[in-house]
């Protein structure tokens, strides 16, 4: 008797929810199938080369401030953009002044000068729907200048640096719409509530693991294999829609499940996979030291010409000049000599050694490939890398450039674990597929395919099940 009440609560269980839920489980399966060839808007460093002007050092006459430094352009204006003590502030290199607010015009001119095309509409905006995520907090209010062309690009402009800090264009906002707005159930109006969006994402997809998890029982359980198959030498008892649901689930079911389950993960229920980190005053002691170099602008406006970015910077205390002269065509300078630079290996592992107070470093791994732990879905991965491993609780491992001294990235045994219940089981970016791009598509094709023959009968069988009379609801409940 248990045993039947079991089973009934089961099946009702799967039922009430598949109902509820199956043009979610549709709506998300085809919306990550766009994702797979737009994602949501982000400006990349490619992006943000191609629409940088090259520095003009005629028109370098200011020094910087002290404090690590990067040059670049801002529409027409080589700027500095300076972290000292204060934080980060953007300054004039014409005359050394420091960029307090951006105006209309000037937002105008650096979008129509990035963009290469003529402004033909500026407001300022707190956000909107492509702007609403907290990266952009620090450079609110944003321009939003749309410019003139078929593309429809819009060029987001920081009212407080006057850094380009997003482009958009009318293809990209079209497929949004269709892919990643739906599938991280995210308007506008719901993410500028970040708070409430998370419980949204928790509470919408959790009854759905229980669903997915309730519908891969009942299906093993209506399944036959042995001789005792059910009439005409079948294995399952359905005809019709409801067959083509129970073996998609039969096929697709573990794949439907940890999908839906590592999607709720991504909101990270609980805090529990809350990344552990280096503190500030670690990162701090392992890139600090005295002044940083005056360095001969005029001998590296002659090295760098064409450079769209040089940055002043420290690996290991040792202050370091990269010139970005051509997308991933970086190059590292000492800062005095202006010669190719090197790290001191000795130095770097001193530093390492002091990153996570009282614990000692287990191994240093050198990794001249990607691995599950140190990849790039889309960009390519800095190599080499030193992975430091320490013996503290959270056996913490650190990933430095062992060419700059540079620290690259934390990671500890929590966020290896998310790794592979989130980003492995939804995203599917493991070594293989992530080395052949096509595979990786194909397969992730694949398994959606199988979830939408789930999805889309289940709507089917949904429809059929709301038109019945209350009566026959009745009876078929009892």
């Avoid at 492509?130 to 402009?157: C, E, F, H, N, S």
């Avoid at 693991?209 to 198959?229: D, E, M, P, Q």
């Amino acid at each position: 008797m248990l045993s039947h009440r079991l089973k009934r609560w089961l099946y009702l269980t799967h039922r009430w929810i598949g109902i509820v839920t199956c043009l979610l489980f549709a709506m998300w399966f085809v919306s990550g199938l766009v994702m797979l060839y737009v994602p949501f808007p982000e400006l990349k460093h490619g992006e943000w080369f191609a629409g940088q002007r090259p520095i003009a050092w005629s028109e370098v006459r200011a020094v910087p401030p002290p404090g690590s430094w990067a040059l670049e352009m801002q529409g027409d204006v080589p700027v500095w953009r300076v972290t000292g003590a204060d934080g980060p502030a953007s300054y004039r290199a014409t005359d050394g002044t420091r960029v307090v607010r951006v105006g209309e015009a000037e937002a105008r001119r650096i979008a129509s000068l990035f963009g290469r095309a003529p402004d033909a509409f500026a407001k300022l905006i707190h956000n909107d729907q492509w702007t609403v995520p907290g990266g952009y907090d620090d450079d609110r209010p944003l321009w939003k200048v749309g410019l003139v062309g078929q593309a429809g690009q819009v060029i987001y402009v920081s009212s407080r640096s006057g850094a380009v800090v997003l482009d958009t264009n009318r293809r990209e906002r079209f497929w949004n719409w269709l892919g990643s707005i739906p599938h991280w159930l995210y308007p506008r109006a719901l993410r500028e509530l970040p708070k409430a969006w998370r419980q949204v994402v928790l509470w919408v997809s959790g009854p759905c693991i229980v669903g997915a998890l309730a519908g891969a029982l009942i299906g093993i359980l209506r399944l036959r294999l042995g001789r005792h198959r059910f009439s005409r030498n079948r294995i399952t008892p359905y005809r019709g829609w409801m067959k083509w649901h129970h073996v998609a689930g039969l096929i697709g079911g573990v794949f439907l499940v940890t999908w839906i389950f590592s999607g709720w993960l991504s909101v990270d229920p609980g805090r529990f996979f809350d990344r552990g980190g280096l503190s500030d005053s670690a990162r701090q002691a392992y890139t600090g030291g005295g002044p940083l170099a005056q360095v001969d602008l005029a001998r590296l406006a002659i090295l760098a010409p064409d450079a769209r970015r040089v940055v002043l910077a420290r690996g290991a205390s040792q202050p370091f000049i990269r010139v970005e002269a051509s997308a991933g065509g970086d190059a590292e300078l000492d800062p005095v000599s202006l010669k190719p630079f090197a790290a001191d290996e000795s130095a770097v592992r001193a530093r390492a050694a002091r990153l996570v107070p009282s614990a000692r470093i287990e191994e240093i791994d050198v990794l001249t490939k990607p691995d599950a732990y140190w990849y790039a879905v889309d960009d390519e991965v800095a190599l080499p890398v030193w992975r430091v491993k320490f013996d503290d609780p959270a056996r913490t491992w650190v990933h430095v450039d062992p060419l700059t001294g540079e620290l690259l990235g934390a990671i500890d045994a929590r966020g290896r674990a998310y790794r592979w219940l989130y980003d492995v089981l939804h995203r599917w970016d493991l070594g293989p597929l992530l080395a052949h791009p096509p595979a990786r598509r194909l397969f992730i094709w694949v398994l959606s395919l199988a979830g939408l023959v789930i999805s889309i009968s289940s709507i089917w069988i949904a429809w059929r099940r709301l038109r019945r009379p209350a009566g026959k609801v009745r009876r078929a409940l009892a």
